[in-house]
Structure formats: structure tokens, C-alpha cells
């Protein structure tokens, strides 16, 4: 059973920093696209980052593009997400995800696996 975990919540100073950390029960995590997405109260699912696991390609959506960075280390089978400068606009509810193979890594319906969440609540 695949499994995904989340840590790195909190509440987190508007201007700070926050480093966000999923681990996976994935023996072949090295062979997934990995995704992190946040969603807000009130609002739909919305794209933050995404690794490839082939080049470690990445991409980031546009509300977080240059201050955020995802990476990944495939021996501890984690996921991290590294977020600069957050503002209250950040705040949300973020999600690990993963998939064999993410084509449109932006979209969340192309993963299958999902982690519970963190909350992050970014303080002005």
C-alpha cells in the first residue's frame, strides 16, 4: 500500500521560510512523478511544483514561480518543498502526490496516490 506523509507544517511568518518534507512507501519511488498541490479554503486544488523522476525536470506554478523550490532524494524516498517569502496568500492545506507517470504535471488528476495534507498558515 502506497503511502505518502507530509511534515513541515505550521504557522509560519509572513516574509519567513517554510521547508515542506513528504515521505513515501514507494520501493520504486525513483521511478515517480512527484507533486506537491495546496489547497485553500473555499478554493479548488491548485499546483505548486512538480518533479519528474526521469532528469529531475521540475515545474512550478505561476503563484509560487521563483520563490519556491521542489526537490527530491530518492535514497530516503522523500520529497521536499522549499517555499521563500511566504505570504498569507500561502496559506493552505498542502499535498504530497505521486504518479508513474504525470504527462501534464499540473494537473492533479494525473496522480494517483495523495498524501492527508499539512496545514500551513502563513501569519501577516
Known amino acids: 500500500q502506497v503511502q505518502l506523509v507530509e511534515s513541515g507544517g505550521g504557522l509560519v511568518p509572513a516574509g519567513g521560510s517554510l521547508r515542506l518534507s513528504c515521505v513515501a512507501s514507494l520501493r520504486t519511488f525513483n521511478s515517480f512523478d512527484m507533486g506537491w498541490f495546496r489547497q485553500a479554503p473555499g478554493k479548488e486544488r491548485e499546483f505548486v511544483a512538480a518533479?519528474?523522476?526521469?532528469?529531475?525536470?521540475?515545474y512550478y506554478g505561476d503563484s509560487v514561480k521563483g520563490r519556491s523550490s521542489i526537490s527530491r532524494d530518492n535514497a530516503k524516498m522523500t520529497l521536499y518543498l522549499q517555499m521563500n517569502s511566504p505570504t498569507p496568500e500561502d496559506t493552505a492545506v498542502y499535498y504530497c502526490?505521486?504518479?508513474?507517470?504525470?504527462?501534464?504535471?499540473?494537473?492533479?488528476?494525473?496522480?494517483?496516490?495523495w498524501g492527508q495534507g499539512t496545514q500551513v498558515t502563513v501569519s501577516s
Open positions: 502526490a505521486a504518479s508513474q507517470r504525470a504527462p501534464r504535471p499540473g494537473e492533479p488528476d494525473e496522480y494517483a496516490y
Open positions: 518533479i519528474k523522476w526521469f532528469g529531475m525536470r521540475t
